[in-house]
C-alpha cells in the first residue's frame, strides 16, 4: 500500500517559501478573509498534478486526512488523485468518490479547489442523472458549496446542455458573494461561446437586475458594442 508520508515528502520537498507568499496573498489567507487560516507551501500546480498521479492508489482515508489539512496543496492534491480516480473508476467506484466528495465539501473550501474538482466529479456523474444535489448545493448557506453547483454545470456546457446552467444562474441573481457571481458569469460565457443567442436571452431578461461583476463576466467574448450595451444600460 502507498504509505501517506511519501506523498507528503514529496509535497515539502517541492515547497517555495518565496511562491508561498504570494499565493497566501492571492487566496485571501487574511483574518476575515475567504481564505482564512489556510498554510501555503507554494507548489506549482503543474508540479501538484505531477505527484499527485504518482499517487492515484491512494484510499480515502488516506485521502480524508489530506482533505482535513490546513496546508492548501495537500487538499489540491487530494482532489487531483479523486478526479484521476474518478476518469479511470467504473461506476460502482465513480459512485463511491461522488459521496466521498460530498461528504467532505466543508474541506473543499476555496475557488481552485471547488474549480479543479466539481465539474470532473459531480458535473460528469450528474450529467446523465437526478440532478437534484446541484440544485440541493445551489441553495447551500455555505458559499463553496454553492459554487460547487454553477461549476459542476460547465460539464453539462460541454455536452451543449445549457439548461440547468441557466436556472442555477438565475437563483443567483441575488447571491451577494463576488466569488459567486464571477463563477456564475464564467459558465454563462461559457454558454455564450456555444450559443450566444441563448445568452442573450437571459441577458435581456435579467442584465439590470444582475450583479455588474456576473455580467461583466458573462459578456466577456462579446462585440465592444454588445458590451456597450449592456453596461451602458444597467
Same mark, same amino acid.
Given at each position: 500500500m502507498v504509505k501517506l508520508s511519501d506523498l507528503e515528502y514529496d509535497l515539502q520537498r517541492a515547497k517555495n517559501s518565496e511562491r508561498a507568499i504570494i499565493l497566501s496573498g492571492y487566496f485571501k489567507t487574511g483574518k476575515r478573509e475567504y481564505?482564512?487560516?489556510? /498554510?501555503f507551501l507554494g507548489i506549482t500546480v503543474p508540479q501538484l498534478r505531477q505527484i499527485a498521479r504518482?499517487? %492515484? +492508489? /491512494?484510499? =480515502? +482515508?488516506? %485521502?480524508s486526512t489530506l482533505l482535513k489539512s490546513k496546508i492548501h496543496e495537500y487538499r489540491l492534491t487530494a482532489l487531483f488523485i479523486l478526479v484521476g480516480k474518478y476518469s479511470k473508476g467504473k461506476l460502482p467506484e465513480r459512485k463511491k468518490i461522488v459521496d466521498f466528495y460530498l461528504k467532505n465539501t466543508l474541506h473543499i473550501n476555496n475557488w481552485d479547489l471547488v474549480d479543479s474538482s466539481a465539474s470532473y466529479i459531480l458535473g460528469s456523474y450528474f450529467s446523465s442523472t437526478n440532478k437534484s444535489v $446541484?440544485?440541493?448545493? #445551489?441553495? +447551500? @448557506?455555505? %458559499?463553496?458549496?454553492?459554487?460547487?453547483a454553477i /461549476? #459542476?454545470?460547465?460539464? =453539462? $456546457?460541454?455536452?451543449? @446542455? =445549457?439548461? *440547468?446552467? %441557466? @436556472? $442555477? #444562474?438565475? $437563483? =443567483?441573481? +441575488? *447571491?451577494?458573494? *463576488?466569488?459567486?457571481h464571477k463563477a456564475t458569469g464564467w459558465m454563462l460565457r461559457e454558454v455564450g461561446k456555444r450559443d450566444q443567442e441563448i445568452v442573450e436571452e437571459f441577458l435581456r431578461k435579467y442584465y439590470q437586475t444582475m450583479p455588474r461583476t456576473m455580467l461583466r463576466y458573462a459578456i466577456e467574448k462579446f462585440s465592444s458594442s454588445q458590451k456597450k450595451f449592456y453596461l451602458n444600460k444597467k
Open positions: 481564505g482564512e487560516g489556510d /498554510v504518482k499517487y %492515484l +492508489s /491512494v484510499n =480515502f +482515508s488516506q %485521502l $446541484i440544485y440541493q448545493l #445551489a441553495k +447551500s @448557506k455555505n %458559499l463553496w458549496e454553492r459554487r460547487m /461549476v #459542476a454545470t460547465y460539464q =453539462f $456546457i460541454k455536452n451543449n @446542455k =445549457f439548461e *440547468d446552467t %441557466l @436556472k $442555477i #444562474a438565475q $437563483i =443567483f441573481l +441575488s *447571491d451577494k458573494e *463576488d466569488l459567486i
